[in-house]
């Protein structure tokens, strides 16, 4: 097949300040074995009702088709017929891709060259578990260089994972759209023996959600510095509120396997990141007196349509702003 330069813009984001819940104690994280579920002691103080749950499945038993090599987190294998795309892992200028025959994909074609599998209506996500930051929980926090760095119970990995399917949902939001993508570019660097664990070759997927979604936490609006424009919007969801948006993050090595994890930033550690909202003088509604230069605000929002993603085993996620109330 024929290979062609992506066209790739690398934005370096600088990590600001976010925000999680109120309280965090040390008990919120403990470890957990091969086969526990995710804990969400950080999120206690959630009702049941605003914690996004697994939905029930009904899936058919075998899909139509053949079985291939590919599989997915819990081991189910992927047929044929679930395939919608096979295309050059390599995007042109608009994000498009260059398609190959459906009946071209076979094993050899796949690890041979740089293509992508992709499957349209589903992804595995999971519940984040934990977040914290310095704001609101500066004794987990030591100052290293003038950054403050996490110091904290480190929360273990998690290999546990759920299939999310158009058409499930989660409180207010509905799946409006999901896909998962498998390619060779972990496995590639690996041995054989690691290419016979599930979701080895599930390396990117995406969520588009439909409804709206109100959350607490807290949002920085950027200054003009670097790649950003005066008026970016960044909220970092609290503990009472991360829990209600099942996201999606994978990373894989020999030990663990298909895995999600926390990771730091400059003040922040946790599961959850942040939720990228554009700039707010492109929104016609009340940002209640927030201006550029403002970090770590407390608000309750409510956010649009939110999307969220795994690229290259980094958790990014989308959305609109609809209101916004700064909690004094």
Not at 116 to 135: D, L, S, T
Not at 171 to 183: C, D, E, P, R, Y
Not at 265 to 274: I, N, R, T, V
Not at 316 to 323: D, Q, T
């Amino acid at each position: 097949m024929k290979k062609k330069h992506a066209l790739i813009i690398a934005l370096s984001l600088l990590c600001l300040t976010g925000c999680n819940s109120g309280e965090i104690s040390d008990s919120s994280i403990s470890s957990e074995s091969e086969n526990s579920t995710l804990n969400s002691s950080s999120t206690s103080s959630s009702s049941e009702s605003s914690t996004a749950t697994s939905p029930e499945s009904s899936e058919p038993e075998v899909p139509a088709g053949e079985p291939t090599f590919l599989t997915c987190p819990d081991g189910t294998v992927i047929y044929t017929s679930q395939i919608t795309k096979y295309q050059d892992s390599a995007a042109y200028a608009d994000g498009s891709h260059e398609q190959y025959p459906l009946d071209t994909f076979n094993k050899e074609t796949f690890i041979d060259n740089t293509p992508q599998v992709v499957c349209e209506g589903f992804a595995y996500g999971f519940i984040p578990r934990y977040v914290a930051n310095v704001a609101e929980a500066p004794d987990k926090f030591t100052e290293l260089d003038g950054i403050q760095v996490y110091s904290g119970e480190e929360l273990p990995p998690s290999n546990e994972y759920f299939k999310i399917k158009t058409g499930d949902k989660f409180g207010s939001l509905t799946v409006k759209s999901a896909q998962s993508i498998f390619s060779n570019s972990v496995a590639c660097f690996l041995p054989e023996e690691a290419k016979d664990i599930p979701g080895v070759y599930l390396t990117d997927g995406e969520i588009e959600y439909e409804g709206e979604i109100e959350m607490t936490g807290c949002i920085s609006v950027m200054r003009t510095e670097g790649y950003f424009a005066a008026g970016d919007l960044w909220f970092y969801p609290d503990g009472n509120s991360v829990s209600k948006l099942p996201i999606i993050q994978y990373s894989f090595d020999m030990d663990l396997g298909l895995h999600h994890s926390a990771h730091s930033s400059y003040g922040s550690y946790g599961e959850f990141d942040k939720i990228v909202l554009g700039n707010m003088f492109d929104y016609d509604i009340d940002f209640d007196g927030l201006e550029p230069g403002d970090t770590t605000v407390r608000v309750k929002i409510t956010i649009k349509d939110p999307v969220v993603k795994s690229i290259g085993g980094s958790m990014n996620c989308l959305g609109e702003p609809v209101a916004v109330e700064v909690l004094r």
